[in-house]
């Protein structure tokens, strides 16, 4: 399969937060997985050149339209420790990409919606036909939105898009939507203000990009399947919660993985001493190290660290909370990250100040990633008391290294760690402490029993350190979960997004067709004995059984509706074929799980799958049916698979294939709404 990234981070060469390790790691295990992928990147003047190999020009001129002339812009293509990268310059009084940050600029909206328009008019030009495009957060979101509207009637109809919601906070929502869309040739503000597109749906007169790419994708995930179901059930979608229960068939949770040839303590070359499950006594030396590296007293207490930014989506309060009551209850206290907030940044500054000649605590007020490789190593416990946390990589680094995660319940804290007192698992799955309320006795509960358990049980203690270094949160997982998706999407070949109607609209439900898919359905394996006498059949919708079961011993009356999977034999009359878009889906779903006929011979099962397989085509070739609303204004109404049936078949299709030459296949409308697969994304809460 080949997929293309299209993102405006990807570590270590451009970074601004977890998503450049996102697009880094996840594409590495792709390409592991044997499959080819491409990032798209935009070419920042503040990247670290120094971690691109061979750096060269692949597209001289590409020419992007852009207000209805064109920005010229050239593409240079690089590897980044292994991932093929493209990134893409412009030459514009604009210096979209020159302004020495990543993010920051008023005009950050317009700069990333042309790189959306100049990413697809690179894969359109150099004849890049990736089987998925998956694009990342708001600064991408009008990559599925101008591949349906404009570039999928121009050469990319085969395209399917993956989006990914890293942090539903920043959702590129702009009163000045109008210029965006003539900037990009999507015009016609009149049709992309509406509540089914992209209009905010707060601000009648905004535009909101995170929506667009909800709305135009074929499939939309968040990095945890808990925070998906806080997006869709709680404040934590920011005001797009309808929009995601609209959508909600193809929006699942996928949590993220972190890269163990960076964050992993047996070859970690930034920490004192390298460890293992096994030779976990050596941890005790890197403990000392932190200890040396910021002038703590050596003495027998656990230290409690924190790692992260410091804003109030990560709970400031409770991280000062964690300060104050851990050195009252006998620990050590590290914090470090940096606080984006000027208020929150002067209010820790003046917390250091005051606490800067005590043994048992350091506050580093700035990031620094050698001394967070030492933390994590050092430390005992790690606290996370997020208000809010889509995925989460701390607590992740956190178990590898053996440091016990104190983290609230919410996002992916609730998928990744369990109580060692509470959680509904068995012993050895357990790898924390866990508090539900953002308030000080929640917190102090938690740290009590970790603390507690650290001075009374140390062997229990241990155990619950082994449990959280066994468990495999690399990539792999992810990666396998991403690729699901991808072969779902990709196997469904809608010519449009999936496109739902927000039920406070007016409703307008699509009516037209997918194509059935033509590959080769596979029979059952195991004969059953024949029916003899006839039921009445059921008419209400049936779904089909997940085992085999025994086959009825009585004949059934062909169902007046569509009957999917069903193991039961129904009547045909032998004196016509229909062949509509339902019939289609209903014989290979009839022929997937039907028991097989007692009086079957193979050649007779051999020409059945031959005609299934061959049905799709064998529909275009009908008389009559070349409108296809006919199809849809009469329905089937028999499904069968007898020896008998089977010949009739096989008479009709010669004779017609002998007479009567192909027409052209109809054009196909929207497709229906896809269907989650539960056993491929979780949108589960995990308790």
């Known amino acids: 399969m080949f997929i293309v990234m299209v993102a405006t981070e990807c570590a270590p060469v451009a970074q601004a937060g977890g998503l450049g390790e996102v697009i880094f790691g996840l594409s590495r295990e792709l390409e592991w997985r044997g499959h080819r992928v491409d990032i798209i990147l935009p070419k920042y003047d503040c990247m670290r050149y120094d971690q691109i190999y061979g750096l060269t020009v692949d597209y001289h001129d590409l020419a992007v339209p852009w207000y209805g002339g064109f920005v010229h812009c050239t593409v240079w293509s690089g590897y980044v420790h292994g991932r093929h990268c493209f990134f893409i310059e412009p030459h514009s009084p604009d210096r979209f990409f020159n302004r020495g940050h990543l993010y920051g600029s008023p005009d950050d909206l317009m700069r ?151 964050w992993n303590p047996e070859i970690d070359s930034l920490i004192p001493e390298r460890y293992t499950p096994q030779t976990l006594d050596r941890k005790y030396a890197c403990k000392e190290g932190l200890r040396d590296r910021f002038w703590l007293r050596k003495d027998f207490k656990p230290i409690v660290a924190y790692v992260g930014r410091i804003d109030r989506q990560k709970g400031v309060h409770l991280i000062e909370h964690t300060i104050n009551y851990g050195l009252r209850s006998g620990a050590q206290v590290v914090v470090m990250g940096e606080c984006p907030d000027p208020t929150v940044n002067a209010h820790f500054w003046q917390l250091k100040r005051r606490l800067n000649d005590n043994p048992d605590c350091h506050l580093e007020i700035a990031f620094n990633t050698g001394l967070a490789h030492l933390i994590f190593a050092g430390a005992d416990m790690l606290v996370m008391p997020s208000m809010f946390e889509p995925c989460g990589l701390a607590q992740m680094i956190g178990l590898k290294y053996g440091t016990v995660p104190i983290v609230r319940a919410v996002g992916g804290l609730v998928d990744t760690v369990f109580d060692r007192d509470h959680a509904p698992r068995a012993f050895e799955d357990r790898n924390g402490f866990v508090f539900h309320h953002h308030d000080n006795a ?81 029979g059952p394996t195991e004969r059953v ?67 097989e006929p007692v009086d079957a011979s193979p050649q007779d099962e051999d020409a059945l799958l031959e005609y299934v397989a061959a049905l799709p085509d064998y529909v275009n070739a009908l008389p009559g049916k070349t409108d296809q609303s006919e199809y849809l204004d009469d329905p089937p109404q028999y499904v069968d698979a007898s020896p008998e049936y089977v010949k009739v078949l096989r008479e009709e299709i010669d004779m017609r294939h002998a007479h009567i030459e192909p027409q052209p296949k109809h054009a196909d409308g929207l497709p229906r709404d896809v269907e989650a697969r539960s056993e491929r994304v979780d949108t589960r809460p995990v308790s």
Request: hydrophobic share 35%; aromatic share 10%.
């Open 112 to 262: 990333f919606a042309f790189f959306s328009k100049a990413a697809m008019e690179y894969m359109l030009k150099t004849d890049r036909r990736p089987d998925v495009i998956h694009c990342h957060d708001w600064q991408t979101a009008l990559v599925p939105v101008l591949l349906f509207e404009i570039y999928g009637h121009i050469g990319m109809h085969d395209q399917r898009v993956c989006y990914t919601i890293h942090n539903f906070s920043h959702q590129g929502v702009t009163v000045t939507g109008e210029r965006i869309l003539q900037a990009t040739g999507l015009n016609r503000p009149e049709y992309f203000f509406d509540s089914n597109r992209l209009r905010d749906n707060f601000n009648p007169k905004a535009l909101n990009l995170m929506k667009g790419g909800i709305v135009y994708s074929n499939f939309v995930t968040t990095v945890s399947p808990q925070h998906a179901w806080e997006a869709m059930h709680s404040e934590q979608a920011v005001g797009l919660q309808q929009t995601l229960q609209v959508h909600s068939g193809k929006f699942g949770g996928v949590l993220n993985g972190i890269d163990y040839d960076v």
């Open 529 to 595: 004995e024949a029916p003899t006498e006839r039921v009445e059949a059921p008419t209400e919708h049936v779904e089909g059984p997940t085992e085999r079961v025994e086959a009825p011993t009585e004949r059934v009356e062909a169902p007046t509706e569509r009957v999917e999977a069903s193991t039961e034999r129904v009547e045909v009359p032998t004196d016509s074929i229909d062949a509509s878009p339902e019939y289609v889906d209903a014989l290979f779903e009839y022929v997937d799980a039907a028991p």
């Open 442 to 522: 929640a917190l102090e509960s938690a740290l009590n029993r970790a603390i507690g358990l650290w001075y009374a049980y140390p062997a229990e203690f241990r155990e619950l350190v082994l449990n959280g270094m066994r468990q495999d949160h690399s990539w792999a997982g992810p990666g396998h979960h991403y690729l699901n998706i991808y072969e779902y999407i990709a196997v469904y070949k809608p010519q449009h997004p999936v496109q739902t109607i927000d039920s406070s609209a007016e409703i307008s439900t699509p009516t037209e067709r997918i194509e059935a898919p033509t590959e080769h359905v596979e």
